[in-house]
Protein backbone atom coordinates (compact mmCIF):
# COMPACT_ATOMS: atom_id res chain seq x y z
CA UNK A 1 0.00 0.00 0.00
CA UNK A 2 1.18 3.50 -1.10
CA UNK A 3 0.81 6.84 -0.85
CA UNK A 4 2.30 9.36 -2.48
CA UNK A 5 3.58 12.78 -1.54
CA UNK A 6 0.98 14.53 -3.10
CA UNK A 7 -1.54 12.82 -1.23
CA UNK A 8 0.11 12.86 2.32
CA UNK A 9 0.49 16.84 1.89
CA UNK A 10 -3.03 17.12 1.03
CA UNK A 11 -4.29 14.84 3.80
CA UNK A 12 -2.00 17.38 6.59
CA UNK A 13 -3.07 20.77 4.79
CA UNK A 14 -7.14 19.07 4.35
CA UNK A 15 -7.26 18.49 8.49
CA UNK A 16 -7.37 15.27 8.27
CA UNK A 17 -4.45 14.50 10.57
CA UNK A 18 -2.88 11.72 9.31
CA UNK A 19 -0.31 10.09 11.74
CA UNK A 20 3.66 9.73 10.29
CA UNK A 21 6.40 7.08 11.54
CA UNK A 22 9.94 8.02 10.86
CA UNK A 23 12.04 5.60 10.14
CA UNK A 24 15.09 7.10 9.42
CA UNK A 25 17.76 7.92 12.05
CA UNK A 26 17.08 10.53 14.99
CA UNK A 27 19.87 12.93 13.14
CA UNK A 28 18.05 12.96 9.80
CA UNK A 29 14.96 12.98 10.99
CA UNK A 30 15.55 16.18 13.23
CA UNK A 31 17.36 17.59 9.87
CA UNK A 32 13.98 17.95 7.68
CA UNK A 33 10.94 15.89 8.30
CA UNK A 34 7.91 15.83 6.70
CA UNK A 35 5.93 19.27 7.49
CA UNK A 36 3.02 20.94 6.50
CA UNK A 37 0.35 23.63 6.78
CA UNK A 38 -2.29 21.48 9.17
CA UNK A 39 -2.27 19.20 12.02
CA UNK A 40 -0.46 15.74 12.23
CA UNK A 41 0.94 13.40 14.58
CA UNK A 42 4.67 11.80 14.13
CA UNK A 43 7.00 9.21 15.68
CA UNK A 44 10.56 8.74 14.81
CA UNK A 45 11.71 4.85 15.47
CA UNK A 46 14.37 3.83 13.86
CA UNK A 47 14.29 0.94 10.66
CA UNK A 48 17.21 -0.72 13.28
CA UNK A 49 14.75 -0.63 16.45
CA UNK A 50 12.81 -2.70 14.14
CA UNK A 51 15.54 -5.17 12.95
CA UNK A 52 16.86 -5.31 16.44
CA UNK A 53 13.60 -6.01 18.23
CA UNK A 54 10.61 -6.23 16.14
CA UNK A 55 8.47 -7.37 18.88
CA UNK A 56 8.88 -4.20 20.99
CA UNK A 57 8.83 -1.55 18.26
CA UNK A 58 5.60 -2.62 17.05
CA UNK A 59 4.36 -2.58 20.24
CA UNK A 60 5.29 1.36 20.73
CA UNK A 61 3.92 2.27 17.55
CA UNK A 62 0.17 0.46 18.19
CA UNK A 63 0.84 2.45 21.68
CA UNK A 64 1.02 5.60 20.07
CA UNK A 65 -1.30 5.25 17.64
CA UNK A 66 -3.90 3.81 19.54
CA UNK A 67 -5.11 6.83 20.44
CA UNK A 68 -4.79 8.73 17.25
CA UNK A 69 -7.34 9.41 14.43
CA UNK A 70 -5.60 9.40 11.10
CA UNK A 71 -4.17 7.00 8.92
CA UNK A 72 -0.57 5.49 9.24
CA UNK A 73 2.47 6.29 6.96
CA UNK A 74 5.35 4.93 7.33
CA UNK A 75 8.47 7.52 5.61
CA UNK A 76 12.18 6.81 5.32
CA UNK A 77 14.77 8.48 2.80
CA UNK A 78 13.85 6.57 -0.61
CA UNK A 79 10.99 4.09 0.14
CA UNK A 80 12.34 1.12 0.94
CA UNK A 81 12.85 0.80 4.36
CA UNK A 82 9.58 1.85 5.58
CA UNK A 83 8.31 -0.39 2.84
CA UNK A 84 9.48 -3.24 5.28
CA UNK A 85 8.13 -1.41 8.45
CA UNK A 86 4.52 -0.92 7.10
CA UNK A 87 4.60 -4.00 5.40
CA UNK A 88 5.54 -5.72 9.09
CA UNK A 89 3.43 -3.14 10.61
CA UNK A 90 -0.29 -4.13 8.48
CA UNK A 91 1.04 -8.05 9.03
CA UNK A 92 0.69 -7.13 13.30
CA UNK A 93 -3.10 -6.12 12.54
CA UNK A 94 -2.04 -1.97 12.20
CA UNK A 95 -3.15 -0.45 8.96
CA UNK A 96 0.12 1.15 6.86
CA UNK A 97 0.58 2.56 3.61
CA UNK A 98 4.40 3.71 2.65
CA UNK A 99 5.34 7.30 1.32
CA UNK A 100 6.36 6.31 -2.24
CA UNK A 101 9.78 7.54 -2.73
CA UNK A 102 10.41 8.76 0.94
CA UNK A 103 11.75 12.17 1.43
CA UNK A 104 13.57 12.04 -1.42
CA UNK A 105 10.53 12.09 -3.60
CA UNK A 106 8.60 14.30 -1.14
CA UNK A 107 11.52 17.14 -1.40
CA UNK A 108 10.89 16.71 -5.32
CA UNK A 109 7.00 17.22 -5.68
CA UNK A 110 4.73 20.10 -6.00
CA UNK A 111 1.24 21.19 -6.06
CA UNK A 112 -0.02 24.19 -8.10
CA UNK A 113 -2.83 26.40 -7.05
CA UNK A 114 -4.28 29.45 -8.45
CA UNK A 115 -3.63 32.33 -6.61
CA UNK A 116 -5.02 35.01 -8.72
CA UNK A 117 -7.72 34.71 -11.33
CA UNK A 118 -8.46 38.73 -12.53
CA UNK A 119 -9.94 39.98 -15.53
CA UNK A 120 -6.06 40.81 -16.49
CA UNK A 121 -4.17 38.75 -15.01
CA UNK A 122 -3.92 34.91 -13.72
CA UNK A 123 -1.35 33.80 -11.43
CA UNK A 124 -0.21 30.24 -10.43
CA UNK A 125 1.89 29.47 -7.33
CA UNK A 126 3.94 25.98 -7.64
CA UNK A 127 4.59 24.90 -3.85
CA UNK A 128 7.53 22.66 -3.68
CA UNK A 129 6.41 21.73 -0.46
CA UNK A 130 9.36 19.64 0.54
CA UNK A 131 11.84 22.51 -0.33
CA UNK A 132 9.60 25.45 0.97
CA UNK A 133 10.62 25.83 -2.96
CA UNK A 134 8.33 28.59 -4.53
CA UNK A 135 7.55 28.85 -8.25
CA UNK A 136 5.16 31.10 -10.55
CA UNK A 137 3.12 31.00 -13.77
CA UNK A 138 1.79 34.36 -14.56
CA UNK A 139 -0.68 34.39 -17.60
CA UNK A 140 -2.68 37.21 -19.67
CA UNK A 141 -4.83 35.74 -22.36
CA UNK A 142 -2.85 32.47 -23.44
CA UNK A 143 0.44 34.39 -23.04
CA UNK A 144 2.11 33.02 -20.06
CA UNK A 145 5.51 33.41 -18.18
CA UNK A 146 7.28 31.12 -16.14
CA UNK A 147 9.58 32.27 -13.10
CA UNK A 148 12.04 30.37 -10.42
CA UNK A 149 10.83 27.07 -11.97
CA UNK A 150 12.17 23.76 -10.36
CA UNK A 151 14.08 21.49 -11.77
CA UNK A 152 11.12 18.94 -12.85
CA UNK A 153 10.05 21.14 -15.90
CA UNK A 154 7.63 18.61 -17.22
CA UNK A 155 5.37 19.91 -14.71
CA UNK A 156 5.84 23.16 -16.23
CA UNK A 157 5.06 22.19 -19.15
CA UNK A 158 2.05 19.81 -18.73
CA UNK A 159 0.91 22.94 -16.54
CA UNK A 160 0.86 24.37 -20.33
CA UNK A 161 -0.40 22.70 -21.83
CA UNK A 162 -3.49 21.98 -19.54
CA UNK A 163 -4.11 25.85 -19.41
CA UNK A 164 -4.13 26.25 -22.75
CA UNK A 165 -1.20 29.13 -22.40
CA UNK A 166 1.70 29.93 -24.57
CA UNK A 167 4.91 30.72 -22.82
CA UNK A 168 6.51 33.53 -23.92
CA UNK A 169 9.54 33.37 -21.55
CA UNK A 170 11.48 31.97 -18.31
CA UNK A 171 12.85 34.20 -15.40
CA UNK A 172 15.00 33.21 -12.65
CA UNK A 173 14.84 35.71 -9.89
CA UNK A 174 18.92 35.44 -8.84
CA UNK A 175 21.11 32.28 -9.31
CA UNK A 176 19.51 30.21 -7.07
CA UNK A 177 21.68 27.85 -4.23
CA UNK A 178 19.33 25.91 -3.02
CA UNK A 179 17.96 24.24 -5.74
CA UNK A 180 18.29 23.16 -9.20
CA UNK A 181 17.03 25.44 -11.59
CA UNK A 182 15.17 24.35 -14.54
CA UNK A 183 14.72 27.75 -16.03
CA UNK A 184 16.90 26.90 -18.89
CA UNK A 185 16.29 23.39 -19.75
CA UNK A 186 12.46 25.10 -19.78
CA UNK A 187 12.77 27.65 -21.70
CA UNK A 188 15.37 25.54 -24.67
CA UNK A 189 12.49 23.35 -24.50
CA UNK A 190 9.92 25.81 -25.04
CA UNK A 191 12.22 27.63 -27.44
CA UNK A 192 11.59 31.15 -25.67
CA UNK A 193 13.88 33.44 -23.88
CA UNK A 194 15.96 32.81 -20.68
CA UNK A 195 15.70 36.01 -19.06
CA UNK A 196 18.29 36.80 -16.26
CA UNK A 197 20.86 39.63 -14.76
CA UNK A 198 24.07 39.36 -16.19
CA UNK A 199 25.46 40.18 -12.39
CA UNK A 200 24.04 36.48 -11.72
CA UNK A 201 24.64 34.87 -14.73
CA UNK A 202 27.36 36.53 -16.77
CA UNK A 203 29.84 33.19 -15.90
CA UNK A 204 26.76 30.65 -17.68
CA UNK A 205 28.06 28.41 -19.90
CA UNK A 206 24.43 28.84 -21.94
CA UNK A 207 23.40 31.62 -23.58
CA UNK A 208 20.20 34.18 -21.74
CA UNK A 209 18.65 37.29 -22.12
CA UNK A 210 20.15 39.60 -19.88
CA UNK A 211 17.61 41.86 -18.32
CA UNK A 212 18.40 45.55 -16.98
CA UNK A 213 16.66 47.37 -14.11
CA UNK A 214 13.17 49.13 -15.42
CA UNK A 215 13.20 47.00 -18.38
CA UNK A 216 9.35 46.10 -19.53
CA UNK A 217 7.81 43.45 -21.01
CA UNK A 218 4.08 43.29 -22.73
CA UNK A 219 2.27 40.09 -21.28
CA UNK A 220 -1.00 39.12 -23.45
CA UNK A 221 -2.83 40.28 -27.40
CA UNK A 222 -5.77 41.77 -26.15
CA UNK A 223 -5.65 42.54 -22.74
CA UNK A 224 -1.91 43.73 -22.36
CA UNK A 225 -0.46 43.42 -19.37
CA UNK A 226 3.18 45.30 -18.37
CA UNK A 227 6.19 43.46 -16.68
CA UNK A 228 9.15 45.16 -15.68
CA UNK A 229 12.30 43.72 -13.83
CA UNK A 230 12.96 45.67 -10.85
CA UNK A 231 17.26 45.16 -9.74
CA UNK A 232 17.56 44.59 -6.19
CA UNK A 233 20.61 43.57 -5.30
CA UNK A 234 21.26 41.90 -1.95
CA UNK A 235 20.78 38.23 -1.80
CA UNK A 236 23.00 37.98 -4.91
CA UNK A 237 24.04 40.62 -6.76
CA UNK A 238 21.98 40.09 -10.10
CA UNK A 239 18.43 39.51 -7.69
CA UNK A 240 15.76 41.13 -9.55
CA UNK A 241 12.09 41.76 -8.52
CA UNK A 242 9.31 41.52 -11.29
CA UNK A 243 6.63 43.90 -11.02
CA UNK A 244 3.42 42.41 -12.45
CA UNK A 245 0.01 44.90 -13.49
CA UNK A 246 1.21 47.08 -10.97
CA UNK A 247 -0.19 44.70 -8.12
CA UNK A 248 2.01 41.77 -8.05
CA UNK A 249 5.93 41.88 -7.43
CA UNK A 250 7.53 38.42 -7.38
CA UNK A 251 10.52 39.47 -4.96
CA UNK A 252 12.76 36.08 -5.45
CA UNK A 253 14.83 35.81 -2.48
CA UNK A 254 14.84 39.30 -1.66
CA UNK A 255 11.78 39.49 0.85
CA UNK A 256 9.97 36.87 2.15
CA UNK A 257 6.17 36.51 3.89
CA UNK A 258 8.19 36.09 7.75
CA UNK A 259 12.08 37.15 7.16
CA UNK A 260 14.28 38.58 4.84
CA UNK A 261 16.70 36.50 2.54
CA UNK A 262 20.50 35.79 3.30
CA UNK A 263 23.22 38.22 1.78
CA UNK A 264 26.28 35.64 2.84
CA UNK A 265 26.42 32.99 0.11
CA UNK A 266 28.73 34.81 -1.63
CA UNK A 267 31.24 34.68 0.82
CA UNK A 268 31.29 38.71 1.58
CA UNK A 269 27.86 39.07 3.68
CA UNK A 270 28.84 42.60 5.24
CA UNK A 271 29.13 43.88 1.69
CA UNK A 272 25.97 42.26 0.10
CA UNK A 273 23.65 43.69 3.52
CA UNK A 274 24.24 46.90 2.27
CA UNK A 275 23.08 46.34 -0.84
CA UNK A 276 20.21 44.52 0.61
CA UNK A 277 19.89 47.32 2.89
CA UNK A 278 19.33 49.79 0.36
CA UNK A 279 16.94 47.42 -1.87
CA UNK A 280 14.92 46.44 0.91
CA UNK A 281 14.59 50.28 2.78
CA UNK A 282 14.97 52.42 -0.63
CA UNK A 283 14.17 50.76 -3.47
CA UNK A 284 11.20 48.99 -1.76
CA UNK A 285 9.67 51.98 0.13
CA UNK A 286 9.35 53.59 -3.15
CA UNK A 287 6.68 50.75 -4.01
CA UNK A 288 2.79 50.94 -3.13
CA UNK A 289 1.90 49.15 -0.06
CA UNK A 290 -0.55 47.34 -1.58
CA UNK A 291 1.22 45.23 -4.11
CA UNK A 292 1.18 41.53 -3.05
CA UNK A 293 4.81 40.45 -1.98
CA UNK A 294 5.23 36.57 -3.89
CA UNK A 295 8.48 34.99 -2.61
CA UNK A 296 10.33 32.57 -3.99
CA UNK A 297 10.79 30.43 -0.72
CA UNK A 298 8.56 30.12 2.55
CA UNK A 299 11.06 28.98 5.87
CA UNK A 300 8.12 27.30 7.48
CA UNK A 301 3.74 26.78 7.45
CA UNK A 302 3.65 29.52 9.95
CA UNK A 303 3.93 31.84 6.60
CA UNK A 304 0.99 30.27 4.61
CA UNK A 305 -2.18 31.26 4.58
CA UNK A 306 -5.48 29.33 5.15
CA UNK A 307 -5.98 28.52 1.62
CA UNK A 308 -2.43 27.13 1.73
CA UNK A 309 -0.62 29.91 -0.44
CA UNK A 310 2.08 32.04 0.71
CA UNK A 311 1.48 35.81 -0.32
CA UNK A 312 1.52 39.12 1.85
CA UNK A 313 1.06 42.99 0.77
CA UNK A 314 4.33 45.01 1.20
CA UNK A 315 2.25 47.42 3.80
CA UNK A 316 2.13 44.30 6.25
CA UNK A 317 5.23 43.48 5.98
CA UNK A 318 6.62 46.69 6.42
CA UNK A 319 5.40 45.98 9.95
CA UNK A 320 5.88 42.78 10.25
CA UNK A 321 9.71 42.31 9.70
CA UNK A 322 11.89 44.61 11.94
CA UNK A 323 14.85 44.73 9.55
CA UNK A 324 12.59 47.09 7.17
CA UNK A 325 12.68 50.06 10.30
CA UNK A 326 16.58 49.36 11.06
CA UNK A 327 19.02 51.91 10.38
CA UNK A 328 21.76 50.78 8.08
CA UNK A 329 24.39 50.41 10.72
CA UNK A 330 21.97 48.18 12.99
CA UNK A 331 20.65 46.15 9.53
CA UNK A 332 24.27 45.33 8.65
CA UNK A 333 25.03 44.48 12.12
CA UNK A 334 22.03 41.93 12.68
CA UNK A 335 22.66 40.90 9.49
CA UNK A 336 25.90 39.71 10.43
CA UNK A 337 25.43 38.36 13.48
CA UNK A 338 22.64 36.64 12.49
CA UNK A 339 24.05 34.74 9.27
CA UNK A 340 24.77 31.19 9.78
CA UNK A 341 27.00 28.56 8.08
CA UNK A 342 25.76 27.78 4.17
CA UNK A 343 24.58 24.21 3.68
CA UNK A 344 28.12 22.57 1.94
CA UNK A 345 26.20 21.75 -1.15
CA UNK A 346 24.60 25.37 -2.34
CA UNK A 347 28.26 26.32 -3.79
CA UNK A 348 28.05 23.16 -6.15
CA UNK A 349 24.53 23.88 -7.21
CA UNK A 350 25.43 27.46 -8.06
CA UNK A 351 28.16 25.80 -10.80
CA UNK A 352 25.18 23.59 -12.03
CA UNK A 353 23.00 26.11 -12.33
CA UNK A 354 25.62 28.18 -14.14
CA UNK A 355 25.96 25.25 -16.42
CA UNK A 356 30.01 24.87 -16.04
CA UNK A 357 29.66 21.54 -14.47
CA UNK A 358 27.99 18.73 -14.59
CA UNK A 359 26.72 16.03 -12.15
CA UNK A 360 24.72 12.46 -12.22
CA UNK A 361 21.07 11.87 -11.30
CA UNK A 362 22.16 10.76 -7.68
CA UNK A 363 24.03 13.52 -7.14
CA UNK A 364 21.73 15.88 -7.89
CA UNK A 365 19.15 14.55 -6.39
CA UNK A 366 21.17 14.14 -2.59
CA UNK A 367 22.50 17.60 -3.64
CA UNK A 368 18.33 19.05 -3.23
CA UNK A 369 17.72 16.61 0.37
CA UNK A 370 16.65 18.99 2.40
CA UNK A 371 14.50 22.05 3.35
CA UNK A 372 15.66 25.39 1.81
CA UNK A 373 18.16 27.42 4.28
CA UNK A 374 17.70 31.22 1.89
CA UNK A 375 16.22 33.25 4.73
CA UNK A 376 18.71 35.02 7.13
CA UNK A 377 18.74 32.98 10.36
CA UNK A 378 16.23 33.22 13.15
CA UNK A 379 18.68 33.52 16.24
Not at 2 to 17: K, N
Not at 323 to 346: H, I, K, N, T, W
Request: some cysteine; glycine content about 8%; hydrophobic content about 45%.
Amino acid sequence: MQVSPVELYAAIEGGRRPSILDVRNAEDHARWKVDGPGRFDSLNIPYFAFIEDEAASISKVKAWKAALPGDLTVVCAKGDSSAFVAEILRASGLPAANLEGGMAAWGAASVRKLLVSGPATRVWQVLRFGKGCLSYLVAAGNDALVIDPHRHVEEYRKALADLGLNLRGVFDTHLHADHLSGAHALAEAEGVPYFAHPLDFAGAAFEFSAVRDGQALALGEINVVPVSFLHAPGHTPGSTLLLVNNAFLLTGDTLFVGHIGRPDLGGRAREWAHDLFKSLTVRLAKLDGALRALPAHTSGTAEFRADGTVVETLDVLRHRIAFLRMSEVDFVQAVVDGVAPAPAAYAAIRLLNLGVTEASEDVRLEMELGRNECALARR
